[in-house]
């Protein structure tokens, strides 16, 4: 906001030298500043505490299972059309905001990956993800593909995503919002797969030293073996994240 303010300044001085047109300025302050103005209605704001988060948190859901939204904010998800992943305009952008705010701490991160690791066991074991069960497990999935989205970005910088052939492939198959998403019982049981499939595949290139967990990544999906997938793709995201270092490294 404070270079916002600054720029009326600054671009005067250059067209006093005749750096400028005039006409060109007037359109580059209106809008480079709008996008240092913060939206006036938004909680998650500056000066909004972490300590006011974590209480409204903990009193309101994070997610529209009828729509598909996030932290319900309208127009979220990764199917919808202002998601724009990766820009800094766009429903994916301020989710990821609320997503790094709510997993700033590292005890945050590691409730995630022990609720990841140990959800609530199935009373039928199904593929069904339209169990009423799944509703109480937290966090939403939709959530879980956002921080994985998230953690896979940032792990590019530093090849916690596996590097050439990892999981940056899989987050571009996630932002293309076909692979991964589904329609109807049977179109969103055959995403999930393809989703844990993706990230068994690529599980070695950042836990090649971790035989156990690997064993456990590979018995996830088994021919002809019973799997309740919602249990599958929570086991096997908390798996990912721990073997990327999301505990101590964060998003």
């Known amino acids: 906001i404070a270079v916002a303010k600054s720029l009326p300044l600054r671009i005067n001085h250059l067209i006093r030298m005749k750096k400028v047109s005039p006409l060109i300025t007037s359109w580059f302050i209106l809008t480079t500043t709008a996008a240092f103005i913060p939206p006036y209605n938004n909680r998650h704001n500056l000066g909004y ?6 209480l409204e948190m903990a009193s309101e859901p994070s997610y529209s299972s009828s729509q598909g939204e996030i932290y319900n904010i309208p127009g979220s998800g990764w199917r919808s059309s202002t998601w724009n992943w990766g820009s800094a305009m766009g429903t994916g952008h301020d989710c990821a905001k609320i997503c790094r705010e709510r997993y700033a701490t590292r005890d945050a991160r590691s409730r995630l990956i022990d609720s990841l690791l140990n959800p609530p066991s199935p009373t039928v074991v199904t593929e069904s993800l339209s169990d009423p069960l799944i509703d109480a497990r937290s966090p939403p999935f939709e959530e879980v593909k956002l921080v994985l ?15 050439r052939g990892g999981y940056g492939d899989v987050l571009a198959h996630m932002a293309a919002a076909q692979r991964y998403e589904g329609d109807g019982e049977e ?10 499939s993706d990230m068994q595949m690529r599980f070695h290139l950042i836990a090649a030293d971790d035989a156990e967990d690997a064993k456990l990544m590979n018995e996830l999906l088994l021919e002809g073996v019973d799997v309740d997938l919602d249990v599958a793709r929570r086991k096997c995201a908390g798996m ?3 073997a990327m270092g999301f505990i101590d490294l964060g998003l």
């Open 187 to 196: 179109g969103r049981a055959i995403a999930t797969r393809r989703l844990i």
């Open 49 to 54: 505490t972490q300590k006011k988060l974590e």
């Open 149 to 163: 989205g998230l953690a896979w970005q940032r792990g590019r910088w530093d090849g916690s995503d596996g590097g």
């Open 240 to 242: 990912v994240l721990k």
